[in-house]
């Protein structure tokens, strides 16, 4: 981007040396496209700027998210469930199936039930020590 405001600055410094003046409407017009050139090569400048921070920062949210999912794979047993109606792959925390509160997993792709914890669903808990790591008959997985 330097680049582009050293070029305009030549091709400022060139109409100066050859007097093309702001008198006449030639003049005018290439002092005026000169002019809009610096404003842009000065706001491209700009945007790169903003545009690095930008990425560094993400790339920074980017690390810190892979951190946070390989701690959370560590540190807890989850499910991993594929939603029959559309295909995605959901996880949630074993938990769950002991809590006394019903709760619904719902797909966030498609908005359909995948899971309930009030037995109306062919997983049962008892499985659960049995099974960590191999998959069920309803296409449930437990990976700790």
Partial sequence: MRDISEKVSYLQGLSEGLNISDGNPQGKIISGILGVLDDVSGILVDMRSEFNIVK????S???DLFELE??????TDVIELRCDNCGEELCFDA???????????????CNEVVFIND???????????????DEHDNGMNVDS
């Fill in 61 to 63: 949210i980017d690390d």
């Fill in 95 to 109: 938990d769950l199936i002991e809590d006394d509160d019903v709760i619904e997993i719902i797909c966030p792709r």
């Fill in 119 to 133: 037995g109306s669903f062919d997983y049962e808990y008892s499985d659960y020590d049995d099974a960590i790591g």
């Fill in 70 to 75: 390989e701690n959370f794979k560590q540190n």
């Fill in 56 to 59: 560094d920062y993400i790339e």
